[in-house]
């Protein structure tokens, strides 16, 4: 006979009687069958120590997931928004206090204050290949960032301040300033709390996201506690099978 | 008494957001274990299993319940994989085995088994997991079904589109390969 199909169905213990009855007797007619059979039983108890790595599975559909929700990737914070943003905050303080840069023979310079003009003339500049940056180009770089950071950032925030004190030229009173520099702080202030937020939320998450696999390592040990339970029970009815059959033959 | 996969889908398919989530978190291991043994990688077997979820959420509408809750994730994911190994054009790789931590060995151990017992298990794990990539990949389908997710032969069939007898061969022939193949690797007799 030796029906591969059949030995394979015995083998998970799906076959109906008749069959079951029928391969039975063949295999105690058939070395070849029964020592396949055998080897094929210890194959299997070696696939069974076969698992996956332990990866933490948070997975969650979250309201408004028609798009595909952030993964477990995108949760990291956007550092790019936020090196973009210090660099915009500089680049606005930079304009607000008419900062000067040169860099000449006589090496860096940096000036600030809105007392004194800024030096304009080429002639002043020592090193014409390295040219100051003026306030007029601070201000249209910190446009330019402004204008970056609103495409990048996907949280509705409010430049309106900052842009305004970046394009609104260097010629202000000290107490403009002043009053610009406190709108900076407040505006920090309220970065500031939003990312704490954001911070809570991500750690409430976090928490979140490591009781439930806690929670699912426990319930996959429970499994793993009844499926070797279950094993030892095969175990002991295919003993209790053979020793039948011995004693069967033996008679 | 746990509410069924088919209470959950129902409720989810009335737009409750947290039987869905439900559903996730009761099959989202076997779902990944699913794709880590297709395909061997598991950063890549986490994206699979998200992705199946996304899938089966967008498409919850269109599930009438003909085949159980679990078989249509299980299709939904090996399409995924399929793809998936496709687009890269690759088998599956067994992953390098990683350094043997007696603390996580320690802690990973039963009350009964030992730490040399735990090393074994690794070891004969790490073997079966090369042996089952060098499988193609309907005889390794059908053994991580039939192993792993204990799906009936009859299930098998139906989720692999093909008639019963031919899960049986391929179990059969699967099986076969891998036991020689342990047998080289020097595992077969072991435990």
């Known amino acids: 006979m030796c029906d591969k199909e059949l030995l394979v169905g015995y083998l998970y213990d799906e076959i109906d009687y008749a069959e079951r009855r029928a391969l039975e007797s063949h295999l105690a007619a058939c070395t070849g069958c029964r020592d396949e059979l055998a080897a094929l039983r210890g194959t299997r108890r070696h696939l069974a120590a076969w698992a996956p790595p332990e990866s933490q599975l948070d997975f969650q559909i979250v309201s408004g997931a028609a798009k595909p929700a952030r993964t477990w990737r995108s949760y990291r914070s956007p550092v790019w928004a936020f090196a973009a943003a210090a660099v915009l905050v500089l680049a606005a303080a930079a304009a607000i206090a008419n900062v000067e840069?040169?860099?000449?023979t006589d090496g860096l310079m940096v000036r600030t204050g809105w007392a004194r003009p800024a030096p304009s003339a080429p002639s002043q500049v020592a090193d014409s290949a390295a040219p100051a940056i003026t306030p007029a180009e601070w201000s249209a770089t910190v446009a330019a960032l402004d204008r970056r950071l609103q495409e990048l950032e996907t949280s509705q925030s409010s430049p309106g301040a900052m842009t305004q004190i970046a394009a609104s030229g260097?010629?202000?009173?000290d107490a403009e300033v002043l009053r610009r520099v406190r709108e900076l702080l407040s505006e920090s202030?309220?970065?500031?709390?939003?990312e704490l937020a954001l911070r809570i939320r991500q750690l409430a998450t976090e928490f979140d996201a490591q009781r439930r696999v806690d929670l699912a390592t426990i319930q996959q040990g429970l499994q793993g506690a009844t499926a070797a339970e279950a094993a030892t029970h095969r175990q002991l009815w295919d003993l209790t099978q053979g020793l039948y059959r011995v004693s069967q033959q033996s008679k | 008494?746990?509410?069924?996969d088919e209470e959950l889908v129902a409720r989810s398919r009335g737009g409750d957001l947290d039987s869905f989530n439900q559903l996730v978190l009761r099959w989202e291991r076997p779902i990944y274990a699913l794709a880590y043994r297709v395909i061997g990688r598991e950063e890549e077997a986490r994206d699979v299993a998200q992705e199946t979820f996304l899938r089966a959420f967008r498409a919850l509408g269109g599930f009438k319940g003909q085949a159980k809750f679990s078989s249509w994730l299980y299709r939904i994911t090996l399409n995924l994989c399929r793809d998936w190994m496709r687009r890269e054009r690759r088998t599956p790789v067994?992953?390098?085995p990683e350094g043997i931590d007696?603390?996580?060995l320690a802690g990973a151990g039963e009350a009964v088994e030992s730490i040399e017992d735990v090393v074994s298990r690794r070891q004969v794990g790490r073997a079966v997991e090369r042996a089952m990539a060098l499988l193609p990949e309907e005889q390794r389908t059908a053994i991580i079904m039939k192993e792993y997710h204990g799906l009936t032969?009859?299930?098998i069939a139906d989720l692999l589109d093909c008639p019963l007898s031919t899960v049986k061969?391929?179990?059969y022939q699967g099986l076969s390969v891998l036991r020689k193949q342990l047998e080289h690797d020097g595992v077969e007799g072991r435990f």
């Open chain 2, 169 to 171: 061969t391929r179990l």
């Open chain 2, 94 to 96: 067994a992953q390098a």
């Open chain 1, 101 to 104: 840069v040169r860099y000449g």
């Open chain 1, 170 to 173: 260097p010629r202000v009173s």
């Open chain 2, 153 to 155: 032969f009859q299930e």
């Open chain 2, 1 to 4: 008494m746990a509410t069924t």
């Open chain 1, 189 to 194: 202030e309220t970065r500031q709390n939003r």
């Open chain 2, 102 to 104: 007696i603390i996580d």
